[in-house]
């Protein structure tokens, strides 16, 4: 009795991925199902609806209830200094070769809330590279790009962000890059002013640039293999000879198209250097 209901199931997320793909733009098609049904489940139980189709003709039809949905079904868990060796990686590995450019281009794709883009920024300042460079922070969803803009992050996690600082190698007071109000830690203007905030969907959207660092982390994990696919063709042709790119803990280039083209920096960061 129940494979017929989880058929149908699978046909209604099936249409709803389409619909959102075909009038709204957001491509879902390819990312990894079990993920998918799971944030669908927990969005249905949250807000009450009793099937899929029933969430369908919600979303196609109001769009700020769309945008609702958009931040329940993606994951935007993240923190600054996230993994704190991949960043004392950066600075002992990839800050010397970035020395040799006179102008810097760095992509940080499915930025999310920008914690780990106002990272970059930091080493960046610290390490006496941030005024020539551009940091382009790009992310799907407009909500959480907002967020990202303001700098603006909760007061209560900065004591472990600090410690997440340390850890990367950081040369200062942590304190000293945010500015406390009432619950919040409001982070210093200069870290903002090389920082293009953008719309990117790496499901259907092309490259824009060339860039000498291009980070991506913990988004993959979330594609299929056919998704992922394209998403590595797109950062490999996105990177100037001998760029960076770096990824998270649970992502690899092996088994991809271009993972002769590479070389791993250190072993176990992610940290990858394209061949010319």
């Known amino acids: 009795m129940n494979s017929p209901i989880i058929k149908l199931e699978d046909i209604e997320i ?5 619909g959102l793909y075909r009038y709204w733009g957001y491509d879902f098609r390819n990312y990894a199902l ?8 927990h969005f249905l139980r949250k807000e009450g609806f009793t099937s899929v189709s029933d969430l369908q003709a919600r979303v196609l039809h109001d769009r700020e209830y769309l945008e609702r949905f958009l931040l329940s079904l993606t ?5 600054m200094f996230r993994d704190p060796t991949f960043y004392l990686a950066l600075r002992k590995e990839v800050i010397p070769l970035l020395r040799t450019y006179p102008f810097i281009r760095i992509w940080h794709a499915g930025c999310s809330t920008g914690e ?17 460079c551009r940091i382009y922070a790009t992310d799907f969803n407009e909500g959480v790009l907002q967020k990202a803009k303001t700098g603006i992050f909760s007061l209560k996690l900065m004591q472990d962000y600090t410690q997440l ?24 203007a ?5 920082i293009v905030f953008a719309q ?24 299929n293999q056919i998704l992922q696919k394209r998403v590595h063709e797109l950062f490999y042709h996105s990177l100037c000879p001998f760029g960076i790119l770096g990824l998270g803990k649970q992502e690899s ?9 590479y070389q791993e920096l250190i072993k176990g960061e992610k940290l990858y250097r394209r061949l010319n």
């Open 200 to 223: 990117h969907n790496l499901a259907t959207d092309s490259s824009f640039n060339e860039f000498h660092i291009i980070i991506c982390r913990n988004v993959l994990i979330y594609f």
């Open 75 to 79: 994951v935007n868990v993240t923190s």
């Open 116 to 132: 780990e883009v106002y990272s970059m920024a930091i080493l960046l300042q610290e390490e006496k590279l941030y005024q020539r």
């Open 14 to 18: 099936h249409l709803l991925l389409e």
């Open 165 to 188: 600082y340390l850890k990367a190698g950081g040369k200062h007071c942590f304190s000293e890059y945010y500015t406390a109000a009432y619950d919040n830690a409001i982070f210093r």
């Open 34 to 41: 079990s993920s998918l049904k799971r944030r669908i489940h």
């Open 190 to 194: 200069s870290l903002r002013e090389n």
């Open 253 to 261: 280039i092996r088994f991809t198209t271009h993972d002769q083209q």
